[in-house]
């Protein structure tokens, strides 16, 4: 069974930094992109940013919003994503979701149950 | 960035009846558009991609269809439990981008 638990939410001070972690189990994490997606207070969905899988060599692709403040990794020794956020504004406050692309398809197949961030003063 | 415009952003239905969310892109995305389901307080659900592809699990009350640059969700039945907000996501080009959300109520 594939599980995916985001953790390391909380609330910080806007300018503050914040890593996230989503742990991953029941599938070959290697194998598969892996992208970050929030959702602010009764909002919709934005996409955040997304990691190739090893045969991709990782790479990664950012939505402009966060781009040179967050950045996305993966530990496949632990079967585990990141999201580092620094330099953070209280717009980036949301609900923060892991989810697994099928393959290197683009679709998504499993989602985590989030975890919220607060930028706050 | 491709544009997702979603229609209609609320809707109000019965059990039983036969819903369409619409979902236009603002250029060519081939087929690559996925369909969720979320209900308050809970993460997304996927239930439908490449246009009209069932996730596994689903039930075959979903489906989906596209013609160009529109795509449409379908729920032919309507139950309790699909009273939800749906939401449409391109993946064809970065970034993804999704629609801003059809809320489905009890009518």
């Known amino acids: 069974e594939v599980q995916l638990v985001e953790s390391g939410g909380g609330l910080v001070q806007p300018g503050g930094s914040l890593r996230l972690s989503c742990a991953a189990s029941?599938?070959?994490?290697?194998?598969?992109?892996m992208d970050w997606v929030r959702q602010a207070p009764g909002k919709g969905l934005e996409w955040v940013g997304r990691?190739?899988?090893?045969?991709?060599?990782?790479?990664?692709e950012y939505a402009a919003s966060v781009k040179g403040r967050f950045t996305i990794s993966r530990d496949e020794s632990k079967n585990s994503l990141y999201l580092q956020m620094n330099s953070l504004k209280t717009e980036d406050t949301a609900v923060y979701y892991c989810?697994?692309?099928?393959?290197?398809?683009?679709?998504?197949?499993?989602w985590g149950q989030g975890t919220l961030v607060t930028v706050s003063s | 960035d491709i544009q997702m415009t979603q229609s209609p952003s609320s809707l109000s239905a019965s059990v039983g009846d036969r819903v369409t969310i619409t979902c236009r892109a603002s250029?060519?995305?081939?087929?690559?558009l996925a369909w969720f389901q979320q209900k308050p307080g809970k993460a997304p659900k996927s239930l439908i991609y490449?246009?009209?592809s069932l996730q596994s699990g689903v039930p075959s009350k979903f489906s989906g269809s596209a013609s160009g640059t529109d795509f449409t969700l379908t729920i032919s039945s309507l139950q309790p439990e699909d009273f939800a907000t749906y939401y449409c996501?391109?993946?064809?080009?970065?970034?993804?981008?999704f629609g801003g959300g059809t809320k489905v109520e009890i009518k």
């Open positions: 250029q060519g995305i081939s087929n690559n």
């Open positions: 989810a697994k692309v099928r393959g290197g398809s683009g679709w998504y197949e499993d």
């Open positions: 490449a246009a009209s």
């Open positions: 996501q391109q993946y064809n080009r970065y970034p993804l981008t």
């Open positions: 029941g599938f070959t994490f290697s194998d598969h992109y």
């Open positions: 990691t190739r899988n090893k045969a991709n060599s990782y790479t990664t």
